[in-house]
């Protein structure tokens, strides 16, 4: 009999332990913050060269950590962004081809993966908050496409596209299903806000957290307070820059909650835009050419930067390109899980370059948005490629599902090479004076593209 107790007890004792270590592995992955601005321009922070915005917490941020020059949105408008972000995967193949409207079929598709889905498993409690623009289906039957609670969240505050009427006082806020009608408040601070509650109230304190934190600035129609809009008289639109700072201190309240919570060196903080402003002055995309909507540099280029006490050396400055495609095989090596194997994923882990390392890309970069000329753009190191579509694409931004087709079908014509590191404003095409890069990138658009739209998802086929 005492041998049966003392059995039990031993076996008691293993189960405790057992369950301490499971717990104390659990919080021994680090946090993960992940901060997107939308329509964002790449010039539109003064750590990266503003002359009109102030944004000491961003700027801070940069300077605590990597700040990456060439990083890079997934297209040049939001939903394919926000898609290849959270999938690892071009917004193309992922089915995706434009920013998503509630007219239409094309959303997120449920049978991708998300990192949120991968966190969750890996046994992290996870969030949304913000923006999501991904599917209309956040009030059950209110829309096409699911809301992120189907794609791995375990709790939301969301919009179906930009914050309504402005960013003061929305009233197309929803959370968890329930609509919240007017919210009064600027929509950046009330983002943080319900990060800030979730992080003390919702979230399951055993576990590491996954918190995905979509800003709706500087998205028009824009709004920010009196006094911040005040600093910018004279220029063109100064609540475009009010709300960017705005945003600023919004992030600053969030990384203010991970010091109170003790949680800053272990907890990887990301921020980034989705695609480029939309403002017509160059300034804006940092003198580059284009603008939102477009596949060149200025509508696709965008601030990006990584904080990782212990693992990124602060100060450290980037000309690395990256870009929202390699958040997901990054985040899988930060939380120490492989990233999903049955399916291609097209971006790849930063982690060995943002400790120090190397980098090694077996595809480039690659972009596709029909109504854009360029039409089709990849970059392989300080290279970039640049084609338009032999067929006659629409070039109407509302996207219709029968463009599906022609997109499938067409060839890639009219191909321009520029070496982005000596001519970042794409001035002058060397696809003759350097015809062994060209010649070879050529094939590596061409194979690539052809891969990426036949696996894209052909919304035709739903009824």
């Known amino acids: 009999m005492k041998l049966i107790r003392l059995t039990t007890l031993v076996f008691a004792c293993i189960l405790v332990f057992s369950n301490i270590s499971i717990q104390a592995a659990e919080s021994a992955k680090p946090n993960i913050l992940l901060m997107l601005a939308d329509d964002l321009g790449s010039g539109d922070l003064s750590c990266y060269g503003s002359p009109e915005t102030k944004t000491p917490v961003l700027d801070q941020l940069a300077q605590d950590g990597i700040r990456f020059d060439d990083f890079y949105a997934a297209c040049g408008v939001c939903s394919p962004s926000r898609a290849a972000l959270l999938t690892g995967r071009?917004?193309?193949r992922a089915g995706v081809y434009s920013w998503v409207h509630a007219s239409q079929h094309m959303h997120l598709r449920v049978e991708e993966?998300?990192?949120?889905?991968?966190?969750?498993?890996?046994?992290?409690?996870?969030?949304?908050?913000?923006?999501?623009?991904?599917?209309?289906?956040?009030?059950?039957?209110?829309?096409?496409?699911?809301?992120?609670?189907?794609?791995?969240?375990?709790?939301?505050?969301?919009?179906?596209?930009?914050?309504?009427?402005?960013?003061?006082?929305?009233?197309?806020?929803?959370?968890?299903?329930?609509?919240?009608?007017?919210v009064q408040g600027y929509s950046c601070q009330?983002?943080?806000?319900?990060?800030?509650?979730?992080?003390?109230?919702?979230?399951?304190?055993?576990?590491?957290?996954?918190?995905?934190?979509?800003?709706?600035?500087?998205?028009?129609?824009?709004?920010?307070?009196?006094?911040?809009?005040?600093?910018?008289?004279?220029?063109?639109?100064?609540?475009?820059?009010?709300?960017?700072?705005?945003?600023?201190?919004?992030?600053?309240?969030?990384?203010?909650?991970?010091?109170?919570?003790?949680v800053s060196d272990n907890t990887i903080v990301i921020f980034t835009?989705?695609?480029?402003?939309?403002?017509?002055?160059?300034?804006?995309?940092?003198?580059?050419?284009?603008?939102?909507?477009?596949?060149?540099?200025?509508?696709?280029?965008?601030?990006?930067?990584?904080?990782?006490?212990?693992?990124?050396?602060?100060?450290?400055?980037?000309?690395?390109?990256?870009?929202?495609?390699?958040?997901?095989?990054?985040?899988?090596?930060?939380?120490?899980?492989?990233?999903?194997?049955?399916?291609?994923?097209?971006?790849?882990s930063l982690v060995s370059h943002i400790t120090g390392g190397k980098l090694h890309r077996e595809k480039p970069l690659y972009w596709f948005y029909n109504p854009s000329r360029p039409v089709c753009v990849i970059r392989n190191g300080d290279w970039c490629l640049i084609a338009d579509p032999e067929l006659d694409l629409s070039r109407n931004n509302m996207f219709l599902e029968e463009y599906i087709g022609p997109i499938k079908e067409t060839k890639l014509i009219n191909l321009r090479l520029y070496n982005l590191r000596k001519d970042p404003k794409q001035q002058t095409d060397l696809s003759k004076d350097r015809p062994e890069i060209f010649q070879k990138m050529k094939t590596q658009?061409?194979?690539?593209?052809?891969?990426?739209?036949?696996?894209?998802?052909?919304w035709r086929t739903v009824k």
């Open 90 to 92: 071009f917004s193309v």
């Open 113 to 182: 993966t998300t990192i949120a889905e991968l966190m969750k498993e890996a046994g992290y409690s996870t969030a949304h908050v913000g923006k999501w623009h991904l599917g209309y289906d956040l009030v059950k039957g209110s829309g096409p496409g699911p809301n992120p609670g189907d794609h791995g969240f375990d709790y939301w505050l969301a919009t179906g596209n930009n914050a309504i009427p402005s960013h003061r006082n929305p009233t197309n806020f929803v959370r968890n299903g329930k609509a919240l009608g007017e």
């Open 190 to 262: 009330l983002v943080a806000d319900e990060a800030i509650t979730w992080l003390d109230n919702h979230r399951d304190k055993s576990k590491p957290f996954f918190l995905n934190v979509w800003f709706h600035e500087p998205h028009s129609k824009v709004a920010s307070p009196e006094e911040l809009a005040k600093r910018h008289k004279g220029v063109r639109n100064p609540e475009y820059y009010g709300c960017i700072e705005n945003m600023d201190l919004a992030v600053g309240r969030l990384l203010a909650k991970l010091d109170d919570m003790k």
């Open 273 to 348: 835009s989705d695609n480029g402003s939309y403002m017509t002055d160059r300034l804006n995309n940092r003198g580059f050419t284009g603008r939102k909507t477009q596949l060149w540099e200025g509508g696709i280029r965008e601030p990006g930067m990584m904080r990782w006490p212990g693992k990124i050396k602060p100060g450290t400055v980037s000309d690395q390109p990256a870009g929202l495609v390699d958040i997901l095989p990054t985040l899988c090596e930060v939380a120490g899980i492989s990233a999903p194997q049955d399916r291609t994923l097209d971006g790849v």
């Open 445 to 458: 658009m061409f194979e690539l593209h052809a891969d990426v739209v036949q696996e894209a998802f052909d």
